[in-house]
């Protein structure tokens, strides 16, 4: 029988004289006793501020960990996936809208306990658990207890990086491999099309990089609105001062959803273009998504050349490494097996 979802007290938050100050993403909602957050996921009662969404499940799946994407990272494995509802960001071409911009409670889930769902996941035979679909910087306690409940999982986080230091610094401790999306380079495009900062997302990722944590990014490149070649050069250069050309960077095809209907599939030239610029700034593992070009996605050693894993689709081969080393020069790659 499955479990009765519990009133989880939140972390991060303060009490102020009628209402509750969330302390876990940049908004820093005011919550009044019966109220929301702005991300559904956090409710006022009289006592306490609940973290509402807590173990309410809306899809699991068992995903090649390429779709998150990860591609430096176990690649070829298979990885235990899980979503909630909810998200601290309102984009207008959200993918996952259903369950992202559902208010709490509004959309069918099933509560799964920390227990039940590493039950679930090592049922299905798999080390290693993402949580993605919606975002999971807004399950902290639910996550936090799912890794404490099972220490030996590995944890993947699919995110839009808008969190505050203090509760990311503690996901980073529990996590091996992130994956945040830097979804354009100005704020205004942020402001505009995400209700967030550019900085607060930057930010983060500095501190997952510090952290040591795994770190690729995602940039959906969105015709007409993120796809200059200014933006898209400062945005690898970012990448390279402000972290290191070592992390791997994936330029994904826009499709029209949600609001952003009226915009055409971002043309495969411009991702090939954003990959080459990428590549000159000085990245070292530059991916095209959601195309099948030959080659776009394959992982190429920066010293030689040399191909050491080809990608077509989520078929992947594994043809140019010797461990975590390239089979024909020897250089250390940044990839984890
Ligand atoms: S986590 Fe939710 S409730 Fe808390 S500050 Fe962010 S949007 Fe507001």
């Known amino acids: 029988m499955a479990s009765i ?12 004289e009628d209402s509750y100050s969330c302390g876990l993403c940049p908004h820093r909602c005011r919550i009044p006793v ?6 559904g996921s956090r409710r006022g009662d009289a006592d306490i501020l609940v973290a509402y969404s807590y173990g309410k499940v809306s899809s699991i799946c068992v995903d090649p960990i390429e779709k998150k994407p990860l591609y430096n990272f176990r690649p070829r ?13 309102f984009c207008k071409h959200c993918q996952n809208y259903a369950i992202s911009m559902s208010p709490s409670g509004k959309k069918r ?3 799964e306990s920390p227990e039940e769902l590493v039950g679930l996941c090592r049922s299905e035979r798999m080390d290693a658990i993402a949580f993605t679909y919606n975002e999971p910087m807004i399950w902290y306690e639910y996550i936090m207890d799912v890794a404490e409940c099972d220490p030996d999982l590995t944890c993947v986080l699919v995110t839009n990086g808008l969190a505050e230091e203090g509760p990311l610094r503690d996901l980073c401790k529990v996590s091996s491999a992130m994956n945040i999306d830097v979804k354009g380079f100005t704020d205004g495009f942020y402001m505009k099309v995400c209700g967030a900062h550019l900085e607060d997302v930057l930010s983060s990722a500095k501190t997952v990089h510090e952290e040591k944590v795994h770190l690729e990014l995602t940039y959906l490149v969105i015709p007409g609105y993120n796809d200059s070649e200014d933006e898209l050069t400062r945005f690898s250069e970012w990448v390279r001062d402000e972290l290191s050309g070592e992390v791997p960077v994936h330029f994904t095809r826009f499709h029209p959803d949600n609001e952003l209907t009226d915009i055409q599939w971002t043309p495969v030239e411009t991702l090939m273009r954003a990959q080459d610029l990428a590549f000159e700034a000085g990245l070292s593992y530059v991916y095209v998504g959601n195309v099948l070009n030959q080659g776009a996605a394959d992982t190429y050693c920066p010293e030689c050349g040399n191909v050491v ?20 020069c020897r250089k250390a790659l940044n990839i984890i097996i």
């Not at 979802?5 to 102020?16: D, I, M, V």
């Not at 894993?309 to 024909?328: A, E, P």
């Open 309 to 328: 894993i080809k990608r077509l689709g989520y078929m992947v081969d594994i043809v140019g490494l010797d461990g975590t080393r390239c089979s024909n």
């Open 34 to 39: 019966d109220g929301y957050g702005r991300c």
């Open 109 to 111: 889930t099933t509560y």
């Open 77 to 89: 494995s298979r990885i235990f996936s899980v979503g909630g509802i909810g998200c601290n960001m």
């Open 5 to 16: 979802n519990p009133r989880k007290e939140a972390a991060y938050y303060t009490r102020e």
